[in-house]
């Protein structure tokens, strides 16, 4: 076994390796990135967030060449199936790869590709492919090793019937029923994705309502588009056991509701990936969710270990992910950060239709008696909106009567994800530069999506003169 020596190591080439091992190069450190996979890139690039939101783009584009009347004539001769749709999202992850890894060549990070297990606090060995090993020292580490989908031990998951958000990106044939239990972004996620493939979907909630963390408005409107798709929503459910034969699979609920569909797909939590990594041995205990306990400069017990990402815990964002990195690889270099992660950050949820929200909710507003108005703008009035055909959903900010200080942003509709960060850049601005005017007093393209704010400002503005 041969020994080398870095500044420092990161272990994981997800985004928030991605961002450490960046950030660390640009320092001048040596660095090295340890990768179990065969490729670069982690969960978010090979199984979460490129796969799943390069399918959904797919199933929108099929959605919309079916509604467009142009195209009438033809659409008996598209017969598309499942797999026909995962394979239009290779070409993306095989272009992510190739850029991660003109990344890590540029910046003069060398990758080793195997299995981190840490003998001493210092001290790796990286178990790679074939047998061979290799001893690693370094002063600082961040371990960034992502997150896997949450397996009951109760049920078997060998069965092909028995799917979580990783594998059901392996089915070679298009369902025509379909149980997702767990309604969180995943679960809503692929109940808009294959409920716009005409699969008859069920989607079990164990709560009262869709994504609650969300405003209210927001999630009634995904509710009602999700009906509209044909997906039967069950909230308040619990699993009580699963039950597969060759014919599919059953779902029976405490409450006495069974479910049988051609598969169920297991969308109820996640688990960080820091098994068999030796990390109790040096003294650090993951948690049940397989997460490490971290300070707010990503320290864990032992302060040259960070952690990053999914092991960290929420919000479990890839670009969060990634600017957590970032962070921890100044903090490493500087011994201190000179800038800090910002407490707000948009969320992004790839159902169809789209919704992205930065701030608080009417909820949350209500309950701290602030006093607060609604501006909002319904897409269907929207020129950019009707051209394209995709005029379902609402851009709605909140913001307070007195200061005109703007609260929150909440967006439904194609395009949510881009169209919150020009509220977001307004909101984040200190004292009076973060106020609705800025929305009726400057100009926007003309037919644009963004135009939706001057639309919103206006109509928030007259609800209070």
Request: a negative charge; one cysteine or more.
């Amino acid at each position: 076994m041969t020994a080398r020596e870095f500044d420092s190591i990161v272990i994981g080439t997800g985004p928030g390796g991605e961002g450490a091992a960046m950030k660390l190069a640009k320092a001048g450190q040596r660095i090295a990135v340890i990768e179990a996979h065969d490729a670069v890139g982690g969960g978010c690039t090979h199984w979460g967030t490129i796969p799943s939101k390069a399918l959904r783009h797919s199933i929108q584009m099929l959605a919309d060449y079916r509604r467009n009347p142009l195209f009438q004539h033809t659409q008996h001769q598209i017969d598309v199936e499942f797999p026909d749709l995962l394979r239009a999202a290779d070409g993306v992850i095989n272009e992510q790869v190739r850029t991660r890894y003109r990344y890590y060549q540029r910046n003069r990070v060398e990758v080793i590709f195997g299995r981190a297990h840490f003998m001493a606090p210092n001290v790796i060995e990286v178990r790679r492919p074939g047998g061979l090993s290799e001893e690693l020292h370094a002063k600082s580490f961040v371990i960034a090793t992502g997150s896997r989908p949450y397996h009951p031990p109760d049920i078997d998951f060998s069965h092909q019937g028995i799917r979580d958000s990783d594998s059901v990106l392996a089915l070679q044939h298009t369902p025509r029923s379909l149980t997702i239990y767990g309604a969180g972004v995943i679960g809503c996620e692929y109940a808009s994705i294959l409920g716009a493939l005409d699969v008859k979907v069920n989607l079990v909630n164990t709560r009262d309502r869709l994504l609650s963390f969300l405003d209210d408005e927001i999630t009634d409107a995904l509710s009602y588009h999700l009906r509209q798709q044909g997906v039967v929503i069950r909230n308040n459910e619990t699993c009580e056991r699963v039950e597969a034969d060759d014919k599919g699979v059953v779902l029976h609920c405490k409450s006495g509701k069974k479910f049988r569909t051609d598969v169920l797909l297991w969308a109820n939590g996640r688990t960080g990936n820091t098994q068999d990594m030796g990390l109790e041995d040096i003294g650090l205990a993951p948690n049940a969710r397989g997460q490490l306990d971290v300070n707010a400069s990503y320290q864990t017990a032992l302060p040259h270990i960070y952690a990053v990402g999914d092991v960290a815990g929420p919000p479990a964002l890839a670009s969060a992910s990634y600017d957590q990195g970032r962070f921890v690889g100044a903090h490493i270099a500087d011994g201190a950060c000179d800038w800090s992660l910002v407490d707000e950050f948009p969320t992004g949820i790839y159902t169809v239709p789209e919704i992205s929200s930065i701030g608080r909710t009417e909820r949350e507003l209500t309950a701290n008696h602030i006093p607060y108005e609604v501006a909002q703008a319904d897409f269907k009035s929207i020129a950019r909106a009707q051209i394209t055909g995709h005029t379902v959903g609402m851009l709605k900010l909140l913001f307070h009567r007195d200061t005109l200080e703007i609260l929150g942003i909440h967006c439904f509709g194609e395009q949510a994800a881009e169209i919150v960060h020009i509220g977001q850049a307004i909101m984040s601005q200190q004292g009076e530069a973060n106020n609705l005017r800025y929305f009726t007093e400057t100009t926007f393209n003309y037919p644009t999506m963004a135009e939706a704010y001057r639309v919103a400002a206006l109509n928030g503005l007259n609800r209070l003169f």
